[in-house]
């Protein structure tokens, strides 16, 4: 029998793939960032939400049929998604569909990751994909998945699991996973207490990204026997892989570059400090994520504003940007903006300073503020004089500080301020 060469085969499997986006999730540890939105919708690098970089790698890889599964505070997502991206051809079966959690097997919204795949089995099998692809919406990377599903296929897996190195410290925050040979999995453990370190690697561990190629069969099978169990959470993390693992073929596919073996670039942006440094570091002269990559876009909805201007230029009064990055539609007016990120329509008045900071969309700073080491969050208007990011304990008074020291500002906070 003729083999199918690598490139063909691989055009082949995407094609029939079903991506699922898993995109219900809060975020708790993203503290206050998460009270009106879901975590995959929160704003990040400049222009984009967290969700464009799982749907652009999607695209970018030639997978055109994508369920986004949404349940916690979903209308920002939802409106994002609607705006931005409705420009896939519904007449060559390609589709972008937002699949709210509904109750559709009893009066029980999304129990775990696993639950909510369950619950919309049927409108998977509907489009008959020889291949799931389940994705985590809320990760900050660039990946082909299409190599990933061709070496699912070929080892014969029936889960492959997309594994990133991650520092030993860290471990316990993810799925860690044990391999023998030919990546293997031998061993699964959720966000355990004392993560196992990789071979002759003390200080990293393999873990999980969230990624799960399955093949469509075995997942009814066991996302069936799943649901039937009253004590499970329900979560493939917690569930479904431990006990594939111990009965099934389970590989680990490593997300390193093919040539060096290096660890690519993958972001858990979870906590308020995570954040904020993947924001920072896209502000450096060659950030690890490069967002100037035409051959490999991160496509997004684009608002119809402005460009970024820069006015008044006189001694104390000469509006600056250095060593940042700022989008459409912001006007820094007489201010200096350094080593910062500042979202589309910012609007920044004379006599401020803002430093290492990221200023999240149409938020306004007054006259003669002091703004360092910040997250402003979206809408919020700093009234004038206001100081940021120089003295902690009066920051902990109205803000919330992270254990980096980093002052993460809401339209709520700010109404407390006034109101003090």
Request: proline share 5%; net charge neutral.
């Amino acid at each position: 029998m003729r083999q199918i060469p690598r490139r063909r085969l691989v055009s082949q499997l995407t094609r029939s793939t079903i991506a699922v986006v898993m995109a219900g999730g809060r975020g708790q540890r993203l503290m206050q960032l998460t009270d009106h939105r879901a975590k995959p919708a929160t704003p990040f690098g400049g222009k984009y939400r967290i969700i464009d970089f799982s749907l652009s790698n999607c695209v970018n890889s030639g997978i055109r049929q994508i369920f986004i599964l949404t349940q916690y505070k979903a209308h920002s997502l939802i409106q994002h998604v609607q705006r931005g991206w409705g420009y896939l051809h519904g007449e060559l079966g390609e589709f972008i569909d937002i699949v709210p959690a509904q109750q559709q097997l009893g009066e029980v919204w999304y129990r775990g990751t696993a639950d909510a795949v369950f619950q919309n089995l049927d409108i998977i099998h509907q489009h008959r994909p020889e291949t799931v692809l389940v994705l985590a919406g809320d990760h900050v990377y660039k990946m082909d998945y299409g190599p990933l599903l061709a070496f699912h296929k070929e080892s014969g897996a029936d889960i492959t699991i997309g594994g990133v190195q991650v520092p030993i410290s860290q471990a316990h925050e993810f799925g860690v996973m044990s391999l023998g040979a030919d990546h293997r999995v031998t061993s699964f453990d959720e966000k355990p207490k004392h993560p196992r370190p990789m071979p002759g690697r003390e200080g990293v561990a393999l873990a999980s990204m969230g990624i799960y190629v399955i093949n469509p069969e075995f997942l009814r099978e066991t996302l069936e026997r799943d649901a039937a169990v009253p004590d499970s959470q329900h979560d493939f993390g917690r569930n479904i892989v431990p006990e594939a693992v111990a009965n099934r073929r389970v590989f680990a596919y490593p997300f390193e570059d093919v040539e060096t073996k290096a660890q690519r670039y993958w972001r858990d942006v979870g906590t308020v400090d995570a954040y904020y440094n993947a924001n920072m570091e896209l502000v450096h002269v060659s950030p690890e994520l490069n967002l100037y990559d035409e051959a490999w876009p991160i496509w997004t909805y684009q608002q119809q504003v402005p460009g970024a201007k820069f006015i008044l230029d006189e001694d104390g009064r000469r509006g600056l940007a250095i060593n940042s990055m700022v989008a459409g539609g912001c006007i820094v007016s007489g201010a200096v903006v350094r080593e910062s990120m500042l979202f589309s329509s910012v609007f920044v008045d004379e006599g401020t300073e803002v430093r290492r900071s990221v200023v999240l969309p149409d938020v306004e700073i007054g006259r003669s503020c002091y703004v360092a080491n910040a997250i402003i969050d979206e809408g919020c208007s700093i009234p004038h004089g206001t100081v940021i990011g120089r003295d902690r304990r009066a920051d902990s008074e109205h803000f919330h500080v992270t254990e980096q020291g980093i002052v993460l500002v809401t339209r709520r906070m700010l109404s407390g301020l006034r109101r003090g």
